[in-house]
Nanobody, 115 residues
Framework: QVQFVESGGGLVQPGGSLRLSCAASGFTIGIYTMRWYRQAPGKERELVAQ????????SYADSVKGRFTISRDNAENAVYLQMNTLKPDDTAVYYCNKSPPTPDWGQGTQVTVSS
């Protein structure tokens, strides 16, 4: 059974940093591009960042480019998202999934950026 467990979210002041982790199980991430998504209240889920299976090809949404860094550890079956210089607009629930995404979304991890 495919499962994603996201962690590392929390409340942070604008300009702060957080590091999100995603533990995947039920499949081997090493053959998939992996993605981080987020969903803010009242908005559609959006793609934030993705990383190819070997970590060679990486892309980001324009809104997070230069501030967020996606990485992966295939041996640990895990994906990470380092988020720096956080803004209130980054407030959302963050999810990971593979590409193409499965319907087995995790619970996500809440990130709240507020003073």
């Amino acid at each position: 059974q495919v499962q994603f467990v996201e962690s590392g979210g929390g409340l942070v002041q604008p300009g702060g940093s957080l590091r999100l982790s995603c533990a995947a199980s039920g499949f081997t991430i090493g053959i998939y591009t992996m993605r981080w998504y987020r969903q803010a209240p009242g908005k559609e889920r959006e793609l934030v960042a993705q990383i190819s299976n070997r970590g060679v090809v990486i892309s980001y949404a324009d809104s997070v480019k230069g501030r967020f860094t996606i990485s992966r550890d295939n041996a640990e079956n895990a994906v990470y998202l380092q988020m720096n210089t956080l803004k209130p607009d980054d407030t959302a629930v963050y999810y990971c999934n593979k590409s193409p995404p499965t319907p087995d979304w995790g619970q996500g991890t809440q990130v709240t950026v507020s003073s």
